[in-house]
């Protein structure tokens, strides 16, 4: 399967979960990883070479995910990174409701469109099987009505072992409620055919047992609450939450930004980890003071100078 009973897993994020973040949060007490959503037209072009594909040990379990809406390119796509790089899954992307990704016809855009759904998530399982590899698909309730019980038929009849379920709409995007209990309802549909991971509206470790007890899901991914709390995934293992101060944070980003920096170059770095920082430094005392700096910090080592002071390091020689 792609995800375990009980596991707790970090969400896909498009531009915050590259492979520098997943190591962080598996040292965290991530069970398991998922890369951001890949294009498969994008593998096809350019090979396996792209860093959203790259991963170490560290990061296992880990799921590729995939993204498209054309069966033979997903299949030649999946077939390339089974034999190539061994993930531990693969899933197709039903859940992305940013613009650039529905016009194509993909992630969420492809709830719209059963017949063509159906030809790529078999192409997908048919590539995960040729390799000994689980199949699985992240998914909403539908793009503009809830069809969850006609897309979760569909998926399980055609063989998927694990069904990631946001329970928003597509053209909600993050607006309004998680529905819950339409999580739940996936549950008693599959039963124990399909594994349901519950996904969505997570922002305390407390949440993690509410959504299991409520939906009887299997296992919980985090997103967004994993960029503002990254301790999450620990404070559910201690069954405590801690507040982290501004020195606690900048020292966890300082050693993000020096990972990052010889994963990508310091310059591509420092540009990319800001948007995890505004997420990071969110609700805290002196964040109006304290996040323009670190936002408009016009380089590299501007940036680190700014993190080790307020992370109280010693300067460097």
């Not at 009849?157 to 309004?176: A, D, M, N, Q």
């Not at 591509?268 to 609700?283: E, H, N, P, R, V």
């Not at 080592?301 to 080790?308: D, F, I, P």
Request: charged share 30%; hydrophobic share 40%; net charge positive.
């Amino acid at each position: 399967m792609s995800a375990g009973p009980g596991e707790i897993i970090l969400a896909p994020m498009a531009g915050f979960t590259h492979s520098p973040f997943r190591r962080l949060a598996r040292r965290l007490g991530a069970d398991r990883t998922w890369t951001e959503l890949v294009s498969a037209d994008m593998i096809l072009r350019k090979g396996i070479e792209d860093p959203l594909l790259h991963f170490t040990p560290e990061e296992r379990p880990l799921v590729v995910q995939l993204f498209g809406n054309d069966p033979e390119t997903l299949y030649l796509a999946a077939c390339t990174v089974a034999e190539k790089l061994r993930p531990d899954g693969l899933d197709l992307n039903l859940g992305c409701s940013v613009r650039k990704i529905v016009s194509r016809g993909a992630g969420a855009g492809l709830l719209r469109h059963p017949e063509r759904l159906q030809s790529c998530i078999r192409a997908l399982v048919l590539a995960a099987r040729n390799y000994g590899l689980p199949a699985s698909a992240k998914i909403r309730l539908g793009w503009d009505q809830d069809r969850l019980e006609e897309i979760a038929t569909l998926l399980a009849t055609e063989g998927v072992s694990t069904i990631v379920l946001h329970p928003r709409l597509g053209v909600e995007g993050f607006s309004g409620r998680a529905r819950w209990n339409r999580i739940r309802d996936l549950q008693n549909l599959v039963g124990d055919k399909v594994l349901v991971v519950g996904n969505g509206d997570i922002s305390r470790w407390e949440d993690i047992d509410r959504m299991r007890e409520e939906t009887g899901c299997a296992a919980v991914m985090i997103g967004r609450a994993a960029l503002k709390n990254p301790w999450i995934f620990e404070e559910y293992r201690r069954k405590r939450g801690i507040f982290r101060e501004v020195r606690e944070r900048a020292s966890l980003a300082l050693d993000l930004l020096e990972e990052m920096a010889r994963f990508f170059r310091p310059e591509t770095a420092a540009k990319k980890i800001k948007a995890f920082l505004a997420q990071l430094f969110k609700g805290i005392p002196r964040k109006k003071d304290l996040l323009p700096l670190l936002l408009t910090a016009p380089d590299y080592r501007t940036l680190c100078l700014l993190l080790r002071d307020l992370a109280g390091c010693p300067p460097r020689d």
